[in-house]
């Protein structure tokens, strides 16, 4: 367990800069290098510290001897990782767990005995909504705070450029049948090259905001103004953000599936075998829960894409697009507690090519895993429908 007092490699933090928000990173340091002359970044900031607004903050899954460290039984806790220097990453950090044992008086040690005190409890408080949420996908975090009684700007809500990489051909490939549709339609001469260009035009425009008049008409297809159409194109971008993770995630969950329903535990117990067997079989429900309720948000989606892409309606992708950021919690929600559980799974395998694992293994990550999939129903736990 590190404290406050430690250095973290300057090679993990030069490893883990995003150039933005991914769903277990939130990389305020390249917020704070891109957007540091923006007014909006230090009026609404995340934090007031100027040392923590620009940190590392990682969903990190809790390895067995960090366990004893923590006040918590979940599976997944929040790091913070603050530079040393934001001019030179190789003077390494300092970091800690939100959840560590003794979290509050070190971070007042961190932040200045001498400090606000309003400041102190604000940074204190967004700390733990921080911790409290299940991934840092950055529409889950627009939801969360952007009409917050301490908002946050836009700005740190950008995709980072890593993903926006990854996603763009993705968007392109989702979006190119209603492209070619709607715009350049008389455009009969438009060659296969062209075509894909224009997609990958498009996908950058929902994308990185980049300007493209060719685009404007999309506006008047909608029939919205202004603030409705920006609306509707952050909705758009968060519903293919989700489409991509959820392609990206489908392989994983898969042979997560496969691999714990097969898995052979030795050394049970005839207690542990029952209890073992019957989290397993709540674990495999709870994910295909999970699976199945992302599953139907997107196909609401396809279904009135499907209407506009091949010249019907307009209203239908309107209609939907202006509700999505009510069910990014849902999404978000659903695919971080899928996230969780399959990328733990992969750590733990690693390099084993054994399909056993021991009892007391199995009874050590197996609750874990159903803690994670099991739905609080709380208010963050709505299903917010497609009315």
Avoid at 46 to 56: E, G, H, P
Avoid at 115 to 139: G, I, K, V, W
Wanted: glycine share 6%; proline share 3%; with cysteine.
């Amino acid at each position: 367990m590190r404290d406050l007092g430690k250095s973290t490699a300057a090679a993990n933090l030069k490893r883990i800069v995003q150039g933005g928000t991914t769903f277990r990173i939130l990389d305020l340091y390249s917020i704070h290098r891109r957007y540091r002359h923006k007014s909006d970044h230090s009026n609404l900031p995340f934090f007031y510290n100027r040392r923590l607004n620009t940190a590392f903050l990682i969903k990190h899954t809790v390895r067995k001897h960090e366990r004893p460290y923590l006040v918590t039984d979940n599976p997944v806790v929040t790091k913070v990782i603050v530079p040393v220097t934001t001019t030179d990453l190789a003077m390494g950090g300092h970091s800690f767990f939100v959840e560590e044992r003794g979290f509050e008086p070190k971070l007042r040690e961190f932040i200045g005995q001498d400090a606000n005190e309003l400041a102190y409890s604000h940074d204190l408080e967004r700390l733990r909504d921080l911790a409290a949420m299940p991934s840092f996908d950055p529409f889950l975090l627009s939801n969360r705070f952007r009409d917050h009684d301490s908002p946050v700007a836009d700005l740190y809500f950008d995709i980072s450029d890593k993903d926006l990489e990854k996603m763009e051909g993705y968007v392109a490939d989702q979006v190119s049948d209603m492209v070619n549709l709607a715009f350049d339609t008389m455009d009969v001469t438009a060659d296969e090259d062209g075509s894909r260009q224009r997609a990958i035009r498009f996908a950058r425009y929902i994308l990185a905001g980049e300007e493209d008049e060719r685009f404007d008409q999309l506006q008047h297809a909608l029939d919205l103004d202004e603030n409705k159409y920006r609306a509707a194109i952050f909705g758009w971008k968060g519903i293919l953000y989700y489409r991509w993770r959820i392609a990206d995630e489908k392989d994983a969950l898969r042979r997560f599936l496969i691999a714990i329903n097969d898995l052979i535990v030795t050394g049970m117990t005839q207690n542990e075998r029952f209890m073992i067997d019957e989290i397993r079989r709540d674990i495999i429900g709870e994910t295909r829960n999970r699976w199945r309720s992302l599953q139907t948000v997107m196909a609401e989606y396809e279904g009135e894409y499907a209407r506009f892409a091949t010249g019907g309606d307009p209203r239908a992708i309107r209609h939907i697009l202006l509700k999505a950021p009510e069910f990014f919690a849902q999404l978000g929600h659903d695919l971080s507690a899928v996230s969780h559980v399959t990328s733990y799974w992969d750590y733990w395998c690693g390099n084993r090519e054994e399909e056993t694992m021991p009892a007391r293994d199995a009874m050590d990550i197996f609750p874990g895993f159903l803690r994670s999939l099991t739905r609080n129903h709380g208010p963050d736990e709505d299903h917010a429908r497609i009315a």
